[in-house]
């Protein structure tokens, strides 16, 4: 089963700290994706990458960064934490070109005290 | 733009029974897919039904079915015989031609024993 890994499962970071959330998959999947899933507001993606170095703007990017190394890592990085920026943080890959399935992580819930 | 509406925030059933949960689409698009996913209280999102649009057949899986009306952008999820683990939210999402997906804002599902 392809598996996808987040770091943490809980976060508390404090304002203005650099925060890293990591995701990894097993699988050798092309497509990575990160999305904040806040009550009432659905999934929203903040920024996915198709290859490995390459990086695209999602819906809400701005106060996020990104970064893939590796084609089995893709890195969330919030430069300056703020509270407005606490809420589940859900990674994703899927394979290739076509519309595949997404293979989703457990999820980080982080908080920004 | 496409959107995707989820018109039913909470749903209840009787275990063994019937329920559908709704889901509408507005696109120009004449290739798409369409997804019903699952989150349930463990956070980890999964597939559960996938649909091609250019397939008239519904898609079927198990205890789960759609009913996917192009004309009339809808497409609903069915779940026969509730089980107290069909208990999560649903979450409707369309991929369109630059295969980013566009979330529905999610079905929190009851099942009552």
């Known amino acids: 089963d392809v598996k996808v890994t987040q770091s943490s499962r809980y976060l508390v970071k404090r304002t203005g700290e650099k925060v890293f959330l990591e995701c990894v998959q097993d699988m050798d999947h092309e497509n990575m994706f990160w999305y904040r899933q806040d009550p009432g507001l659905g999934l929203r993606l903040i920024y996915f990458s198709y290859d490995v170095k390459m990086k695209e703007k999602g819906d809400i990017p701005e106060g996020y960064s990104v970064s893939r190394e590796k084609k089995e890592r893709f890195s969330l990085i919030l430069e300056s934490a703020s509270t407005n920026q606490t809420s589940m943080y859900l990674c994703?890959?899927?394979?290739?070109?076509?519309?595949?399935?997404?293979?989703f992580g457990s999820g980080t819930q982080l908080s920004v005290l | 733009a496409q959107t995707v509406t989820q018109s039913q925030p909470e749903m209840s059933v009787q275990e063994a029974e019937t329920v559908t949960l709704s889901c509408t689409y507005d696109t120009s698009e004449s290739d798409y897919y369409l997804f019903w996913y699952k989150q349930p209280p463990s956070r980890q999102m999964i597939l559960v039904i996938r649909?091609?649009?250019?397939k008239q057949q519904n898609a079927t899986e198990n205890r789960f079915s759609v009913n996917f009306q192009k004309a009339a952008k809808s497409f609903s999820l069915k779940i026969s015989d509730s089980q107290l683990g069909d208990a999560a939210m649903y979450f409707c999402?369309?991929?369109?031609?630059?295969?980013?997906?566009?979330w529905g804002l999610g079905t929190s599902l009851a099942v009552n024993p």
């Open positions: 649909q091609e649009a250019y």
């Open positions: 999402a369309y991929a369109g031609n630059n295969r980013k997906l566009i």
């Open positions: 994703a890959s899927s394979p290739g070109r076509s519309n595949e399935k997404l293979f």
